[in-house]
């Protein structure tokens, strides 16, 4: 591809806010294709990068034999389509058009579905764009950058008839389906608490000095709906994951997958009864801005979701605490884990038994394509509205952690409760700041307040809920509005 000056990149934009501008607003193009079983499925990867490699080689290379085709690589930096277009080309033997702007793709009545792996402030409107455009979705998590977002992903879904499917992949795992149905058959007691871990090594990302972006990124594109900023080398490819206006630090990046198994292991579980949370970014001073620290406790009633974020792991140079990537659950007989059930007093796991579990076989994404052929929403793993209740919880925590307040924190105080496994996580999270050489008593946490929410009207309630309520949503910027209707 020839390389495109900056000028260009400009009038582009404009150009293509003005020509999309009755479509993003309206969304009246909707018309999808009825597939029969043998047409092909033709899909636009849209964030081409990082998992965005993923899509492709799925797409075009292991469902090929599925008559899965994709046409479409759309990315704001160019820097990746001759890489990309190849591998396509060298998987799925066709070349594919390679695009800046998302609204180009879907205005091509062709284009069956899109599969976003861009940044995560993107991905709502992407879906919701895309549901308006005929066009079926497979999304990365979260779903959303906020609450708000990913309700309307919902309503579009709906609306449209759209298959959104999400990529929390273990819902596509008949092991781990197993496991949810043997614990909610009562045969291991009554859950009192789900808790799900994401410990990976998060460690400083330092500090990059504004400047110009790069000729052949498209910086005012890559924003799209977060608030127009200076570019810094730290937003661009990845570490975007830690500022709050792209990103949803890592509960909303690795933790989504645990989240969501937590809440599964919840029967019929849908959004909190509250939410508090605390943590810190420690052990180093960067740029970032979310926590590698966290700590955050949901309300459902008979049981509490508790969740643990450790970004301080798996460096042996400042303290080498395993990282952990898991989920385990407390009944009241004992304590499930890794498909084995641990009795009170026991060290010797036995293995789980219970009722089958049916998931789509295929994967993630070919189970996304099975739900794209048969538009039996049974097939799919991972609806839009699975998504919003996992995303929301961590847009949830997120809430109550940013509304904090900064101090030492005694754990006499009180907010910790009596609960053993709330106490116990406290206590971990407490063990890894010391093992990086951290003096206990220095230590300033933010420790958010306990929020009430409805989770019919899904709105914060009582206490705090005016400030609360405001995180729910975004200021966005136009064009790239998620409309309020969808």
Request: with cysteine; aromatic share 10%.
């Amino acid at each position: 591809m020839a390389r495109v000056t900056r000028r260009q990149f400009v009038k582009r934009s404009a150009a293509a806010s003005t020509a999309f501008g009755l479509f993003t607003v309206a969304g009246t193009k909707a018309s999808g294709r009825v597939l029969g079983a043998n047409d092909a499925i033709r899909i636009g990867v849209a964030g081409i990068r990082g998992r965005g490699r993923s899509h492709i080689d799925a797409f075009a290379g292991e469902l090929k034999d599925q008559n899965v085709q994709v046409t479409y690589l759309i990315d704001p930096d160019t820097r990746w389509f001759d890489s990309r277009k190849k591998s396509v080309a060298d998987l799925g033997g066709n070349e594919p058009k390679c695009v800046l702007d998302i609204r180009e793709a879907l205005d091509d009545k062709d284009l069956d579905a899109v599969s976003v792996a861009t940044c995560n402030h993107w991905h709502s409107l992407i879906t919701v764009w895309a549901c308006q455009a005929g066009k079926d979705v497979y999304v990365e998590k979260p779903i959303s950058h906020n609450v708000f977002e990913g309700r309307q992903c919902v309503r579009a879904a709906k609306k449209y008839d759209r298959v959104v499917q999400h990529g929390t992949q273990q819902r596509s795992s008949e092991g781990r389906a197993r496991e949810i149905a043997a614990l909610q058959s009562g045969k291991y007691g009554k859950l009192l608490v789900s808790k799900g871990y994401c410990c990976k090594p998060r460690w400083s990302i330092g500090d990059k000095p504004t400047e110009a972006p790069p000729s052949e990124l498209d910086f005012n594109l890559w924003l799209g709906p977060a608030p127009e900023q200076s570019y810094h080398a730290n937003l661009v490819p990845y570490n975007w994951h830690w500022f709050w206006d792209t990103g949803n630090g890592d509960i909303g990046n690795q933790g989504v997958h645990e989240m969501d198994v937590a809440r599964w292991a919840i029967k019929d579980s849908t959004l909190p009864k509250s939410v508090w949370s605390l943590g810190g970014r420690f052990g180093y001073n960067d740029q970032g801005q979310t926590p590698n620290t966290q700590m955050a406790v949901f309300d459902y009633g008979d049981a509490l979701l508790l969740f643990e974020v450790r970004g301080l792991v798996a460096n042996k140079d400042r303290g080498d605490v395993p990282r952990n990537v898991s989920n385990e659950y407390y009944t009241t007989d004992g304590m499930i884990r890794e498909g084995n059930f641990y009795p009170h007093g026991s060290k010797t796991g036995e293995k789980l038994e219970g009722p089958d579990a049916h998931v789509t076989p295929g994967g993630t994404f070919g189970a996304f394509i099975a739900a794209v052929r048969s538009r039996k929403p049974e097939d799919n793993n991972a609806d839009a509205e699975t998504a919003h209740h996992s995303a929301s919880l961590c847009h949830l925590a997120n809430i109550s952690y940013r509304l904090g307040d900064v101090a030492k924190f005694d754990k006499k105080s009180g907010k910790l409760g009596d609960n053993k496994q709330v106490v116990d996580s406290f206590a971990a999270l407490q063990d890894n700041l010391k093992a990086i050489g951290m003096t206990l008593d220095e230590v300033e946490y933010r420790v958010g307040p306990t929020l009430e929410f409805d989770a019919q009207s899904e709105r914060f309630t009582g206490d705090g809920a005016e400030q609360a309520n405001v995180l729910l949503t975004r200021p966005y910027r136009e064009p790239f509005v998620v409309p309020q209707d969808v």
